[in-house]
């Protein structure tokens, strides 16, 4: 078996989409308080705008985070209108530069359809393939990051360490095939592709992380930053020799389906969001 699952019967993730409904404890049940909410749109123009902003948004979050290595990298959105086809940031232009302009629309051949720049081959192959062999997934996150990349070696699952790390018990795989190649090639992204399914994120042995969202690049995104952080902090509490107590099996999975899912992974990133447009507003140009 090329990948390792930690194993949980699939459970499709609720996501509100009308105001006033109560997905999460977080929450206020208190009327009249600021608090995100969840977006509805009267038109597909709309809504594409929204994703095209919120992945402009999820590169300047991952410019802050650190999670840049060249040219390495890539994030991407479906189309609400064409499913088929998805967005994603330029090839060679640093995520803190990233702003909605310079966004391109991909097919699943690798094609170009809007914009004015190249696409990334490595992610077209491994992106493309993961979105075709999987409808259910909207957006997706990789990044060649530091501790990522370096808990990937071990080619083993993430343990339950913190409440952090156990929003992904039993909702990530390990994938050992073509473990350290460089994925350039269309049955490499096939072979990622295959592995990756009712979970939220890979790690890619020998190569790094990656999240996908059922429902929004803010997830994603969020998931993709909170796994790396969950990777430095398990690879520093080895680096002491002593073996940590883990989260038990029951707790970790209260705290998956309670503060694991997508509309938390959503909400987390809405203060992100929030800083952006504070301190980078050019991301909407």
Partial sequence: MSSVLARRQPVKPTFATKRGKHVSIYQPMQEGLKFPEIPSFETVAEERLHRKQRLAAACRAFA????????????????????????????????????VSSLILADHDGNVLEGEYALNRAGFVLHAAVHKAHPDILAMCHAHTVYGGAYASLGRPLPPITQDAAVFYEDHVVITESAGAVAVELDAGTRVANAFKNAKAAIHQNHGLFTASRHSIESAAFWFIGLERCCQQQLMIEATGITPALVPPESARYSREHVGSEYIGWLHFQPIYDHLLKHQPEFLD
């Fill in 64 to 99: 802050l985070e650190g999670l840049d290595y060249g040219f390495a990298g890539h994030l991407t959105i479906r189309d609400p209108e064409f499913p088929q086809h998805y967005w994603t940031n330029p090839m060679a232009m640093h995520f803190a530069d990233v702003n």
